[in-house]
C-alpha cells in the first residue's frame, strides 16, 4: 500500500505448463531415443513418469536439449524412471543437459547416480 492506494499488477492468465515427448526416428529394439520438449515440473512429471514407465526398450536415452526448466520434482521423476528401469534390468541415459538442468542435478547430488552424456551419439557409443 502507497498513500492509500493499493498497488496491483495487470492480471495475466498463466500459461499452460507442456512437456512434449518425441520418440525418435533411430528407435530400434534394443534402444529408445526420446525427446523432450518443455518443462519436466511438478506441473508435467504424472505424465512423463505414465509414458516412459511401461518403455520396453533395453536402453532408453532422454534427450533433454529441450528442456527449457527442471525442477525437484522433474529430478525426482528422473530418478524414479532411473531405479524402475534398473530394477527391471534395463538402463537409462540423459542427454543433452541445458546449463540450468546439469545445475538442480549437480545441486540434487545425482551427477553421479545418472548415467549422463553430452550427446545420444555418445550414449549409444557408451552402450555399445
Not at 529394439?29 to 533395453?58: C, I, M, W, Y
Not at 536415452?61 to 527449457?68: M, T, Y
Request: charged letters at 15%; a positive charge.
Amino acid at each position: 500500500m502507497s498513500n492509500g492506494k493499493v498497488l496491483g499488477y495487470p492480471a495475466r492468465p498463466m500459461e499452460p505448463v507442456h512437456l512434449r515427448l518425441e520418440k525418435q526416428a533411430e528407435a530400434n529394439g534394443s534402444h529408445v531415443v526420446v525427446r523432450l520438449d518443455g518443462k519436466l515440473s511438478l506441473e508435467t512429471v504424472h505424465n512423463f513418469v505414465q509414458t516412459l514407465r511401461p518403455e520396453a526398450a533395453a536402453y532408453l536415452i532422454l534427450d533433454l536439449r529441450g528442456v527449457s526448466f527442471l525442477d525437484s520434482a522433474g529430478v525426482g521423476a528422473l530418478v524414479q524412471l532411473f531405479v524402475h528401469r534398473r530394477n527391471q534390468g534395463q538402463t537409462f541415459a540423459l542427454t543433452g543437459l541445458t546449463m540450468q538442468s546439469s545445475a538442480v542435478i549437480q545441486v540434487a547430488g545425482l551427477s553421479k547416480l545418472l548415467p549422463i552424456h553430452g550427446s545420444v551419439t555418445e550414449a549409444l557409443a557408451q552402450h555399445a
